[in-house]
């Protein structure tokens, strides 16, 4: 993490700052805000793009959802003393691009302007090829997910068919195979390195159905 990760009453309690992921899907960063005070603090927080691709969008989530274009949150959130704040998250949209791109996040006392954190988001885009075809269903949840993913499909050829987890490298990390055409199942995510995996339905070895999800502990 680049950036002030200690302010005078703020500091960062969690922090997932770099994402993966295609890049015709959101990649997602993640950070918790804790009120290290003795007294309730009043945060703003304002973004800077430092390096995107042309046509990328960005726009960040304050407990409201911004949208692109706004780079400073319009309302401030109030954090008591002691108390987390989890509804940060960062968006990068790169709309086909490639390229990685950064994205610095400042959350900062509007009653003392010195009193700031800052952290660098950096997305990286990958070119994980994903087929998809409306027949076939897949749900996930909790998304994201700690020590367990609930996973629901269904699908209408169960013949060579399995579900199959990808890390943000494109490597396959679990495999199971597909017994009932409307099933689900438990992924145990303890042993997942915090991140963005794809679950997919395979056939054959042709990918049918994507669902990305995250592991964050």
């Known amino acids: 993490m680049n950036g002030n990760s200690i302010g005078q009453s703020l500091s960062f309690a969690k922090i997932l700052n770099d994402a993966w992921g295609t890049p015709n899907y959101d990649l997602i960063i993640q950070a ?24 990328s969008q960005n726009y960040f989530c304050l407990s409201l959802c911004y949208a692109p274009g706004i780079t400073e949150s319009p309302d401030f959130e109030q954090i ?9 998250k960062g968006y990068y949209r790169p ?10 996040y400042t959350f900062f006392n509007i009653n003392n302007l010195t009193d700031s954190i800052q952290l660098v988001g950096r997305f990286f885009p990958s070119p994980l090829t994903i087929l998809t075809f409306d027949e076939n269903k897949l749900q996930l949840f909790p998304n994201p997910a700690d020590e367990v993913l609930q996973v629901n499909f269904k699908i209408k050829n169960n013949e060579n068919s ?3 987890v990808f890390n943000s490298l494109g490597q396959k990390i679990y495999s199971e195979t597909i017994t ?13 390195i915090n991140g963005v995996y794809f679950c997919s339905i395979s056939e054959g070895g042709k990918l049918l159905k994507t669902e990305r999800f ?4």
């Open 32 to 55: 918790y805000v804790i009120n290290t005070s003795n007294t309730a603090v009043r945060i703003k927080m304002r973004s800077e793009v430092l390096e995107a691709a042309v046509g």
């Open 80 to 88: 008591e003393p002691g108390d987390t704040l989890k509804s940060f």
């Open 180 to 192: 009932d055409n409307l099933s689900n199942f438990k992924i145990n995510t303890t042993n997942f």
């Open 95 to 104: 709309n086909g691009a490639l390229d990685a791109a950064s994205i610095k």
């Open 214 to 217: 995250m592991v964050v502990h």
């Open 162 to 164: 399995s579900i199959v």
